[in-house]
């Protein structure tokens, strides 16, 4: 049996696969592209995981939020584009979605005024703001119910096959 890390910073990735039990030797059998001393090395933070490692690890160690995590705060681009989604339980997710849902219908009548004459003057400035925000959360609750499917299919929670079937006869009508 492998000793335990006693790293006191451990990153992303050091934690998951510390999470699996697995030691680095196990995890690049497991993930057969990263071979060990390479996970060493991420782990460590002496070389950072290309996108199709991350996508690897994703997969194999059943953590697609892994994924979000490289895009939000690894990845040149993703950091200016992609919120980093935190991981919650389907409840919260479904709370913090309807509340953002139940304050836009209250502001949708605004959104229309703003934007029918297709400018935003300064007096308009401060609720369009308001209102982006809010669509801002919206979009972030939804990429968390996303990540939430996505785990409860890599885990097993959720059948895939009948998931990919429902989404398959809800997008014919």
Avoid at 45 to 71: F, G, I, W
Wanted: with cysteine; aromatic share 6%.
């Amino acid at each position: 049996m492998a000793r335990a890390s006693t790293k006191a910073n451990k990153n992303i990735y050091h934690l998951t696969r510390e999470h699996l039990k697995l030691t680095r030797e196990e995890a690049g059998d497991l993930l057969e592209i990263i071979s060990p001393e390479r996970i060493e090395k991420i782990e460590n933070e002496r070389t950072l995981p290309h996108p199709d490692e991350v996508l690897t690890m994703a997969e194999k160690y059943k953590q697609p939020s892994l994924c979000n995590y490289y895009c939000a705060n690894q990845c040149p681009i993703g950091q200016q584009y992609v919120p980093e989604v935190k991981v919650k339980d389907l409840a919260q997710i479904v709370l913090e979605m309807l509340v953002s849902l139940n304050s836009m219908q209250n502001k949708k009548e605004r959104l229309m005024e703003i934007t029918v004459d297709g400018e935003i003057s300064g007096d308009e400035l401060a609720d369009f703001i308001y209102i982006q925000q809010e669509l801002e959360r919206i979009s972030i609750a939804v990429e968390t119910l996303q990540l939430w499917s996505e785990r409860m299919l890599a885990t097993g929670k959720i059948d895939p096959e009948q998931y990919r079937a429902y989404q398959e006869a809800g997008s014919r009508g």
